[in-house]
């Protein structure tokens, strides 16, 4: 029995009847397959052609690479590109800070050193004795128990200077030269080593014509602060006045030319005392200022306008009792300005500023970003369910409107009592409710590209609804979501800050920049001591900018509509 | 229209009573010693009688009936650690007025200067005023406001030579805060209406009208500027409620006797009822704010309506 037809024309034959009519037609007899041609067919013929993920997403054949324009445009964008590298230079910086040579650690306490002075002697031949041990080497020579090493800096004009010393209230005529030795380790610093029994030190210069030596008091009032700043730097033009009566000290006060002639009381550093009215006479030789004879037990000088109305406020701020002898300064290193020492100054407990910023600068990003990314993940997470899948939108949305309105202090407080005040706290609870808003934002996005076309042929085709929201959802907002994770950033650097000004950040020897700010500004109304506040605020400016314009660039970068 | 906004209330209350009990339940979690002010001197009789005092031994549920009691009949009860036994409204009334005067005023202030700075930087897109524009939102948005407050006041008031701390008698004193408040949400209503009219510009009836020959200024103001405004119309309403919670920087910075920082003093003086009292106006204020502004949005622009399903238009 053989049929007209061979083994394939009866398959297409047949493959189109099922077509045509709907159904598997037989056509009875010996044009159908027999059993035998069934079992030499290739059973590949029948199995489905299977699905090849790459061919089906290909949507042509242009070279077009998402991540590669978003490259391309953020390149353009000049301004963000040196932001960026700012930025990373930042980063980077704050991890190798530590492992620069010189450094302090961000909570070591520093004290002066308490065998060596080093006196710094300016143009207008102002002596400032410091503390700190700068040296970069050892100490020159080792000084005994009874001497002290000094080690002096003079104006390059000077030249080698004369140095002399003697012992309090002893005429200058008196005075022991020494001879000062240039330090190997330091440039332009000489050192001597002074007996501890002669402690008053002149300066002169090497033409001799320049001298620095305590003997008067100098004192200046401010117009608008009425603070008192009092120098003890030889800086009459003419020769120093009289010699006072014995016992007292000569002071020279300058007050503003609207306070007339100016009234002073000197009193003992007894409180209560009201002190006696000393006489000012005007110095013929230096114009605008009077000198008077204080003696030497009554140092707590007031200083009175003509009519009585406004005084210096500052009393007691001058020690004319003795202003010569030098001494190493004992304590803390507190509240020094910048210098080459501390780059950025110490604060009140002489901790270094500058490894405060640094250490503080690590916390701030490290919370940052840490912050970021988990209120990223989750409320990325949970706002594609949300938008999603309806029957959850109710209950999100209530849960919602509750937790929106839950105040973070509560959760902070609640927190910091369970937990200690640590990095740790802050971030559970900064991201206890943090993800909220965001979840919030992508459920309102989803449901606007939820239903659009091309997400219906997807579900229409059986695509699994994972694959539609990791394909089809997600890369519609990842602009988006770029842009809320760069600015979520210097938004947890600013809720640092705003915990630690409420009083609920992290404990001074955690250093962050929210506790270095907020210290700043406890210290404000100090004007010098204001670089506390400039220095940690213009570094955490520098930082959030840096983010929020890489953010928004990055996120116009990422935008599809732009990759023309 | 009324249907849909009872709707909203009712929704609205169910939302605030979950809340409330949140809250309730959260701030009986605080530790016991925060009730007293010299806890470690106190015998555990003594703890017990004044925690007894204060109703806080009762069962949880019991305690929350009680208060909602209360709050039904418009009591907020007394604080007992703020001001000990002194009631509740009495004391926030005067400080919601001063926070008040400050957050219209600066309102006042900001809203039309944002909205002006806005409109200019779209009419010179791309050009110096925008510039400008955005560097200053930018500025404002980016750096966190304790920072640049603490500049205002600092520089403020030694260079215009103003009083660096609030005085009721003084309207002077009011400058230099009313100035802090306005600056961010002067950015932000520019920032918005910025974006809005960029949006607006580019949509085809706009480029119809053009074509078309209406003259710039119409199409600017009848056109570009109605349709962006809708937007923000919707936030109007929100943010002159809650003029009343007033601003935790600017009022500890001025020493200003107001609403900002009361809620963060009292959850840390576990003040219980004030804390709830705070939370109870602050949230109906925030709700009664969305509603106000979904509804004058409707009265704007009158394409949008809320009396057909949800989502309709």
């Known amino acids: ?564 | 229209m009324l249907k849909y906004s009872l709707m909203r209330l009712a929704r609205s209350v169910l939302t605030l009573v979950i809340l409330i009990t949140v809250i309730f339940i959260l701030l009986r979690q605080m530790p016991v010693e925060g009730y007293f002010t010299n806890f470690e001197k106190m015998s555990p009789t003594a703890i017990d009688v004044g925690l007894r005092k204060l109703g806080l031994k009762d069962p949880l549920h019991i305690q929350i009936g009680r208060y909602f009691l209360k709050l039904l009949q418009g009591d907020f009860g007394v604080s007992f650690r703020y001001r000990v036994n002194y009631p509740i409204a009495q004391l926030i009334w005067p400080k919601m007025l001063v926070s008040m005067k400050f957050g219209l005023t600066s309102m006042v202030l900001s809203l039309p200067l944002g909205m002006a700075l806005g409109v200019l930087m779209v009419r010179g897109k791309g050009r110096l005023a925008d510039k400008l524009g955005n560097a200053y939102i930018v500025f404002i948005e980016a750096v966190p406001n304790a920072v640049y407050f603490i500049f205002i006041q600092l520089y403020g008031s030694s260079w215009f030579d103003l009083s660096i701390l609030y005085k009721a008698e003084e309207w002077t004193s009011m400058i230099l805060p009313v100035i802090s408040l306005a600056l961010p949400s002067i950015s932000g209503y520019a920032m918005w209406l910025r974006r809005y009219m960029v949006d607006e510009m580019n949509k085809d009836y706009i480029k119809l009208a053009r074509a078309k020959g209406v003259p710039s200024s119409a199409i600017w103001f009848r056109h570009v500027f109605r349709n962006s405004v809708v937007p923000m119309v919707n936030l109007i309403p929100g943010s002159l409620l809650l003029t009343i919670s007033g601003s935790i920087y600017v009022e500890s910075l001025y020493s200003v006797p107001g609403m900002g920082g009361l809620l963060v003093d009292v959850i840390k003086r576990q003040d219980n009822y004030m804390v709830l009292a705070l939370i109870v106006i602050f949230s109906s204020l925030s709700i009664l704010g969305l509603l106000l502004g979904d509804l004058l949005m409707g009265v704007v622009d009158p394409r949008i309506s809320f009396a057909k399903k949800e989502g309709s238009r």
């Open chain 1, 1 to 564: 029995m053989s049929s007209k037809y061979s083994l394939q024309e009866k398959l297409s034959r047949k493959l189109q009847n099922s077509v045509e009519s709907g159904v598997n037609a037989s056509f009875g007899g010996k044009d159908d397959l027999s059993a035998e041609e069934i079992t030499v067919l290739d059973p590949g013929l029948f199995a489905s052609a299977g699905y090849d993920e790459k061919e089906a997403e290909r949507g042509g054949y242009s070279n077009y690479s998402y991540w590669r324009s978003t490259v391309r445009m953020f390149m353009k964008n000049r301004m963000a590109v040196a932001m960026l590298a700012t930025m990373l230079a930042l980063l980077v910086f704050t991890f190798i800070q530590p492992l620069l040579p010189n450094q302090f650690k961000a909570n070591t306490v520093n004290y002066y050193a308490s065998d060596a002075v080093w006196i710094t002697v300016d143009e207008q031949a102002k002596m400032t004795v410091g503390g700190v041990k700068l040296t970069k080497g050892d100490y020159p020579v080792q000084p005994a128990r009874e001497e002290l090493i000094a080690y002096i800096r003079v104006p390059e004009s000077w030249g080698v200077p004369f140095v002399s010393v003697q012992a309090a209230g002893q005429e200058e005529a008196d005075a022991i030269p020494l001879e000062p030795v240039p330090d190997e380790n330091n440039e332009g610093w000489f050192y001597v080593v002074v007996p501890k029994e002669t402690p008053c030190m002149v300066v002169k210069s090497a033409n001799g014509e320049k001298t620095t030596f305590h003997k008067a008091a100098w004192i200046t009032v401010d117009e608008a602060t009425r603070g008192v700043t009092s120098s003890t730097v030889m800086l009459t033009a003419g020769p120093i006045v009289a010699d006072g009566p014995e016992g007292t000290v000569p002071v020279y006060v300058q007050t503003p030319a609207s306070w007339g002639a100016p009234k002073m009381t000197a009193a003992t550093i007894l409180r209560g005392d009201k002190g006696v009215e000393v006489q000012l006479t005007p110095d013929p030789a230096n114009e605008g200022w009077y000198y008077a004879f204080v003696p030497v037990d009554k140092v707590m000088l007031t200083i009175l306008s003509e009519d009585g109305s406004v005084k210096g406020a500052n009393k007691g701020v001058v020690r004319a009792a003795d202003p010569t002898e030098i001494k190493p300064v004992v304590g803390f290193i507190s509240n020094m300005k910048p210098d080459d020492i501390f780059w950025f100054g110490t604060n009140d407990i002489g901790q270094d500023l500058w490894a405060r910023m640094w250490a503080g600068t690590r916390t701030s990003l490290l919370i940052g970003i840490i912050v970021a990314a988990i209120n990223a993940f989750v409320g990325i997470v949970i706002g594609l369910l949300w938008g999603y899948i309806r029957k959850l939108d109710f209950i999100f949305t209530e849960l919602y409107n509750i937790v929106n309105n839950i105040p973070t202090t509560i959760i902070l407080i609640l927190a910091s009592y369970i937990m200690r005040p640590s990095i740790p706290t802050i971030i559970v609870a900064m991201c206890i409710t943090g993800w909220i808003s965001l979840a919030r934002f992508i459920r309102n996005l989803v449901i606007i590209i939820r239903d659009r076309d091309f997400n219906l042929a997807s579900r229409c085709l059986g695509t699994p609804t994972r694959r539609i929201v990791v394909k089809n959802l997600l890369p519609q907002m990842v602009s988006v979501i770029m842009l809320r994770m760069a600015l979520a950033i210097p938004g947890a650097i600013g809720s640092e800050v705003f915990l630690a000004y409420i009083g609920l950040g992290l404990p001074i020897d955690i250093p962050s920049l929210g506790n270095l700010v907020n210290k700043g500004r406890s210290l404000m109304m100090a004007p010098s001591l204001r670089y506390q506040l400039f220095i940690p605020a213009i570094i955490l400016s520098v930082i959030t900018i840096c983010f929020y314009l890489v953010g928004n660039a990055f996120a116009d970068a990422a935008d599809p509509k732009n990759h023309v």
